[in-house]
């Protein structure tokens, strides 16, 4: 496995992996309704991929292929991590989230926090990130849940 920097070409790639993770991992939380609202198949490429460049995410590849993707802001917002289905239980997870600590550690970021799905929330409870608070957002006129989650970080000083 190897991480990368996003690369202006990777938004398509990055979509792909998007609805991949959400359609074939969270079916088992969220219902249809839920899932095509949350990732729809029909979307608008030119607002998705302004948006995946201003988040600039790190690219978990595979033997040359796009498996996962993750970001981290400056202010220590997760805004979007998604392991494609076909990798799910393979650890590209949890080397996203070693990076992002990693990438946190270098850029001074002293806590981390994401609006979590209740697909990914035991993962990110395992990676030590603790409920903050319940939500309920619309999304699409539909309803989903997730939790805020957060986690301190500290760093030794050299």
């Not at 190897?2 to 969270?26: C, Q």
Request: charged letters at 20%.
């Amino acid at each position: 496995m190897h991480i990368r920097t996003f690369r202006n070409g990777d938004e398509p790639a990055l979509r792909a992996v998007f609805h991949s993770s959400v359609h074939a991992l969270a079916y088992k939380d969220y219902t249809a309704e839920q899932l095509d609202a949350w990732a729809p198949r029909q979307y608008d490429a030119a607002q998705w991929g302004e948006r995946v460049r201003g988040n600039q995410p790190f690219i978990a590849e595979i033997e040359g292929h796009i498996a996962a993707y993750a970001d981290l802001q400056a202010s220590g917002y997760i805004d979007h991590f998604f392991v494609a289905g076909a990798y799910a239980g393979r650890g590209v997870a949890k080397a996203l989230m070693m990076h992002i600590h990693q990438a946190a550690a270098s850029r001074g970021i002293s806590q981390l926090f994401a609006d979590v799905s209740l697909t990914a929330e035991p993962f990110f409870t395992k990676s030590g990130f603790v409920v903050e608070a319940r939500q309920r957002v619309e999304v699409r006129g539909v309803v989903l849940a997730n939790a805020r989650m957060c986690k301190e970080l500290s760093f030794q000083v050299a």
